[in-house]
């Protein structure tokens, strides 16, 4: 099993900052690929970003240039700092963590953005 707690959400106006935090532990051997999706009310959830091991790096289209997505192996966390938010990328962000074919999922952390 691996446990995934995520902070940093809150309420910022648009054209602000944030950045969130993502702990894994538990059985964090192996861990694959760790990335953050998020849901807004009404729709799917969908993938931000996301960080294999290794250099390569994956981001939606609509946060390219103003989202990164960073890993501290020795503190297992991941992080994503979200610059120049706008009111679209309200929803709530969740930490996902894939290890071997096994999927976890954080608890979600509530983004806010207004304008």
């Known amino acids: 099993q691996v446990h995934l707690v995520e902070s940093g959400g809150g309420l910022v106006q648009a054209g602000g900052s944030l950045r969130l935090s993502c702990v894994a532990s538990?059985?964090?051997?192996?861990?694959?690929?760790m990335g953050w999706y998020r849901q807004a009310p009404g729709k799917q959830r969908e993938l931000v970003a996301h960080?294999?091991?290794?250099?390569?790096?994956i981001y939606a289209d609509s946060v390219k240039g103003r989202f990164t997505i960073s890993r501290d192996n020795a503190k297992n966390t991941v992080y994503l700092q979200m610059n120049s938010l706008k009111p679209e990328d309200t929803a709530v962000y969740y930490c996902?963590?894939?290890?071997?074919?096994?999927?976890?999922w954080g608890q979600g952390t509530q983004v806010t953005v207004s304008s």
């Open positions: 996902n963590a894939l290890r071997g074919r096994s999927s976890y």
């Open positions: 960080s294999p091991t290794g250099d390569s790096t």
């Open positions: 538990g059985s964090i051997l192996d861990i694959n690929r």
